[in-house]
């Protein structure tokens, strides 16, 4: 993971809610950088690596908590409002739907 992009696919240092947004990766294998086709709330974050989470502006515990929702509830967290209610309500103690 790069960074942040725009609807442009331009960088950018910030923006609304990380779980809409798309980023710019570049691709080990053949050393090309692409615009993400989807969102981290479409993907989730299982599959990203503590380097990336870190870009992405996470804390590890942060992360930690979200693979753990991930895996309990089989679903991804969808915005910054929900992850901060899922947070008010300590994250870790919520039952499974």
């Known amino acids: 993971m790069i960074?942040?992009?725009d609807d442009a696919g331009n960088l950018v240092d910030d923006v609304p809610d990380r779980f809409q947004a798309q980023y710019m990766f570049v691709d080990e294998r053949i050393g090309k950088t692409f615009v993400s086709?989807?969102?981290l709330a479409?993907?989730?974050?299982?599959?990203?690596?503590i380097r990336?989470?870190?870009?992405?502006?996470?804390?590890?515990d942060e992360w930690l908590d979200i693979l753990e929702w991930?895996?309990?509830?089989g679903t991804?967290?969808?915005s910054e409002d929900e992850?901060?209610?899922?947070?008010?309500?300590?994250?870790?103690?919520?039952?499974s739907p």
């Not at 990336?52 to 590890?60: A, M, R």
């Open 3 to 5: 960074g942040w992009v």
């Open 37 to 39: 086709g989807c969102t």
């Open 42 to 49: 479409e993907k989730g974050l299982a599959t990203t690596s």
């Open 52 to 60: 990336d989470v870190v870009t992405f502006g996470f804390s590890t």
């Open 70 to 73: 991930e895996k309990r509830n």
């Open 76 to 78: 991804y967290i969808q």
């Open 83 to 95: 992850l901060n209610d899922l947070f008010a309500l300590e994250i870790r103690d919520l039952p």
